[in-house]
């Protein structure tokens, strides 16, 4: 199919909603496309937390049916190690 006024309204609601207003990112630094309802996004986040919160919220969107998480991680940010259900 193609790009339907759905999918113009699902963009413009992660580059405003999303980012700018919950969790203040700068859309300018990502490229968002959005066909039938799946949503691919590119870029670099400030830091790997930011790039996970940005997929999950836009997971939230009304009328997204999948994500392609195509951004560039920053590397060398230590994660913690979940062992059983405690943090190591």
């Known amino acids: 199919m193609g790009t339907t006024v759905k999918d113009v309204m699902i ?3 992660i580059l405003t909603r999303v980012m ?3 969790l203040l990112v700068d859309p300018s630094r990502f490229g968002v ?3 039938d ?3 691919t996004i ?3 986040p400030q830091t790997a ?3 996970h919160d940005i997929i999950e919220e836009i997971r939230h969107v009304e009328g ?3 994500v392609r998480d195509r951004l560039s991680y920053p590397s060398g940010e230590n994660w913690p ?3 059983g259900s405690q943090f190591a």
């Open 33 to 35: 496309t959005v066909h």
């Open 42 to 44: 590119e870029g670099t």
């Open 81 to 83: 190690t979940i062992v």
């Open 11 to 13: 963009r413009r609601e």
């Open 49 to 51: 937390m930011v790039g």
């Open 64 to 66: 997204v049916v999948s």
């Open 37 to 39: 309802g799946v949503v």
């Open 20 to 22: 700018l207003d919950t």
